[in-house]
């Protein structure tokens, strides 16, 4: 079992820049992909970004690539989203997973999941 945390997220505004972290606890966080996915308000959760369990192969989403990067610190069980050049459509909340199996791309396919953190950004 892992559980999941997100934080700081927050309002910012347009072409600004907002760190998320996701801190694990339970099982070595080391043996899970990890990545994180967005929802906005009327829409589905969608893909952003995944890592893989020792941090060498990344994966974007074609909306985000260029402007967000995921990494991961293992010694600290946490993975991190930083987004720049932010644009209101990133507007939503944002959820940290983990899987030990899993599809890039494919929220079913994680095992866990944070409880998300609210990213709003303002035109």
């Known amino acids: 079992q892992v559980q999941l945390v997100e934080s700081g997220g927050g309002l910012v505004q347009a072409g600004g820049s907002l760190s998320v972290p996701c801190a694990a606890s339970?099982?070595?966080?080391?043996?899970?992909?990890a990545g994180w996915f967005r929802q906005a308000p009327g829409k589905e959760r969608e893909f952003v970004a995944t890592?893989?369990?020792?941090?060498?192969?990344?994966y974007y989403a074609d909306s985000v690539k260029g402007r967000f990067t995921i990494s991961r610190d293992n010694a600290k069980d946490t993975v991190y989203l930083q987004m720049n050049s932010l644009k209101p459509e990133d507007t939503a909340v944002y959820y940290c997973?983990?899987?030990?199996?899993?599809?890039?791309?494919?929220?079913?396919?994680?095992?866990?999941w944070g409880q998300g953190t609210q990213v709003t950004v303002s035109s």
């Open positions: 890592i893989t369990r020792s941090g060498s192969n990344t």
């Open positions: 339970g099982r070595t966080f080391s043996s899970y992909t």
């Open positions: 997973a983990a899987g030990t199996t899993v599809t890039i791309g494919r929220p079913h396919t994680y095992d866990y």
